[in-house]
Protein backbone atom coordinates (compact mmCIF):
# COMPACT_ATOMS: atom_id res chain seq x y z
CA UNK A 1 0.00 0.00 0.00
CA UNK A 2 2.81 2.48 0.81
CA UNK A 3 3.73 2.62 -2.65
CA UNK A 4 0.34 3.12 -3.80
CA UNK A 5 0.80 6.44 -5.95
CA UNK A 6 -2.68 8.28 -4.16
CA UNK A 7 -3.08 10.69 -7.33
CA UNK A 8 -4.02 7.76 -9.20
CA UNK A 9 -7.14 7.86 -6.82
CA UNK A 10 -8.40 11.31 -8.29
CA UNK A 11 -7.30 9.96 -11.84
CA UNK A 12 -9.20 7.27 -12.07
CA UNK A 13 -12.44 8.66 -10.12
CA UNK A 14 -12.33 11.84 -12.81
CA UNK A 15 -11.96 9.34 -15.44
CA UNK A 16 -15.15 7.46 -14.47
CA UNK A 17 -16.94 10.39 -13.95
CA UNK A 18 -15.90 11.67 -17.44
CA UNK A 19 -16.88 9.11 -19.13
CA UNK A 20 -20.30 8.07 -17.35
CA UNK A 21 -21.42 10.86 -16.25
CA UNK A 22 -20.01 14.21 -17.40
CA UNK A 23 -22.32 16.41 -15.55
CA UNK A 24 -21.75 15.18 -11.87
CA UNK A 25 -18.36 16.83 -12.72
CA UNK A 26 -20.17 20.29 -13.89
CA UNK A 27 -22.91 20.49 -11.08
CA UNK A 28 -22.86 22.11 -8.26
CA UNK A 29 -22.44 19.80 -5.01
CA UNK A 30 -22.78 22.06 -2.11
CA UNK A 31 -22.07 26.08 -1.39
CA UNK A 32 -19.56 26.92 1.07
CA UNK A 33 -21.12 30.50 3.07
CA UNK A 34 -18.07 33.06 3.16
CA UNK A 35 -18.39 35.83 5.71
CA UNK A 36 -19.07 38.56 2.27
CA UNK A 37 -22.27 37.09 2.33
CA UNK A 38 -21.48 35.19 -0.84
CA UNK A 39 -21.55 31.31 -1.31
CA UNK A 40 -18.72 29.79 -2.99
CA UNK A 41 -20.07 26.84 -5.17
CA UNK A 42 -18.48 23.54 -5.57
CA UNK A 43 -18.44 21.61 -8.51
CA UNK A 44 -17.79 17.40 -8.96
CA UNK A 45 -14.38 18.71 -10.78
CA UNK A 46 -13.97 21.17 -8.22
CA UNK A 47 -14.62 18.89 -5.14
CA UNK A 48 -11.74 16.36 -7.59
CA UNK A 49 -8.79 19.22 -7.43
CA UNK A 50 -9.46 19.70 -3.78
CA UNK A 51 -8.71 16.02 -3.06
CA UNK A 52 -5.59 16.18 -5.45
CA UNK A 53 -4.40 18.52 -3.46
CA UNK A 54 -4.80 17.10 -0.17
CA UNK A 55 -3.29 13.98 -1.74
CA UNK A 56 -0.32 15.44 -3.23
CA UNK A 57 0.58 17.07 0.18
CA UNK A 58 0.62 12.92 1.25
CA UNK A 59 2.59 12.34 -1.78
CA UNK A 60 5.56 14.53 -1.48
CA UNK A 61 5.06 13.89 2.50
CA UNK A 62 5.92 9.93 2.10
CA UNK A 63 8.60 11.08 -0.41
CA UNK A 64 10.74 11.64 2.55
CA UNK A 65 11.58 7.77 2.60
CA UNK A 66 14.11 6.10 0.70
CA UNK A 67 12.45 2.37 1.22
CA UNK A 68 12.44 0.44 -1.76
CA UNK A 69 8.48 1.19 -1.42
CA UNK A 70 8.95 4.72 -1.94
CA UNK A 71 11.27 4.33 -5.24
CA UNK A 72 8.35 1.95 -6.84
CA UNK A 73 6.02 5.05 -5.33
CA UNK A 74 7.77 7.24 -7.67
CA UNK A 75 8.07 5.10 -10.90
CA UNK A 76 3.98 4.45 -10.57
CA UNK A 77 3.51 7.72 -10.14
CA UNK A 78 4.99 8.63 -13.47
CA UNK A 79 3.18 5.83 -14.82
CA UNK A 80 0.08 7.58 -13.46
CA UNK A 81 1.48 11.11 -15.25
CA UNK A 82 1.99 9.50 -18.24
CA UNK A 83 -1.91 7.85 -18.45
CA UNK A 84 -3.38 11.34 -17.15
CA UNK A 85 -1.39 13.09 -19.61
CA UNK A 86 -2.31 10.34 -22.41
CA UNK A 87 -5.99 11.00 -21.39
CA UNK A 88 -5.88 14.73 -21.84
CA UNK A 89 -4.38 14.52 -25.33
CA UNK A 90 -6.52 12.28 -26.57
CA UNK A 91 -9.76 11.88 -24.92
CA UNK A 92 -11.97 14.50 -25.61
CA UNK A 93 -13.76 14.38 -22.64
CA UNK A 94 -10.73 15.47 -20.47
CA UNK A 95 -10.10 18.15 -22.55
CA UNK A 96 -10.63 20.87 -20.09
CA UNK A 97 -9.03 22.84 -17.39
CA UNK A 98 -10.31 20.95 -14.16
CA UNK A 99 -8.05 17.91 -15.91
CA UNK A 100 -5.04 19.85 -16.87
CA UNK A 101 -4.96 20.70 -13.23
CA UNK A 102 -5.21 17.40 -12.02
CA UNK A 103 -2.57 16.12 -14.93
CA UNK A 104 -0.01 19.25 -13.40
CA UNK A 105 -0.41 17.64 -10.06
CA UNK A 106 0.98 14.27 -11.14
CA UNK A 107 3.77 15.99 -12.88
CA UNK A 108 4.03 17.51 -9.66
CA UNK A 109 3.93 14.44 -7.82
CA UNK A 110 6.70 12.45 -9.80
CA UNK A 111 9.07 15.71 -9.68
CA UNK A 112 8.46 16.37 -5.91
CA UNK A 113 9.09 12.61 -5.36
CA UNK A 114 12.00 12.10 -7.15
CA UNK A 115 13.51 15.28 -6.40
CA UNK A 116 13.11 14.50 -2.06
CA UNK A 117 14.04 11.41 -2.37
CA UNK A 118 17.13 12.37 -3.88
CA UNK A 119 18.08 15.28 -1.99
CA UNK A 120 17.16 12.82 1.14
CA UNK A 121 19.21 9.90 -0.20
CA UNK A 122 22.51 12.26 -0.62
CA UNK A 123 21.77 13.51 2.73
CA UNK A 124 21.95 10.25 3.81
CA UNK A 125 25.18 9.56 2.41
CA UNK A 126 27.04 12.34 3.41
CA UNK A 127 26.12 12.09 7.02
CA UNK A 128 26.65 8.15 8.52
Given amino acids: MASF ?5 V ?3 YSIFALAAPGWLDA ?3 GLPLLSGMVLPF ?6 LVLGLILLCV ?3 RATSSSTGAILNHV ?4 VFIIALIELIVMPQMANMTFFLIVLMTASDV ?3 FTVTISTARRDLQHP
Avoid: H, K, M, T
Avoid at 43 to 48: E, P, Q, S
Avoid at 76 to 79: A, E, P, T
Fill in 5 to 9: PLLAI
Fill in 11 to 13: VVI
Fill in 28 to 30: VLF
Fill in 43 to 48: RGGDVL
Fill in 59 to 61: EVY
Fill in 76 to 79: LSLV
Fill in 111 to 113: IAG
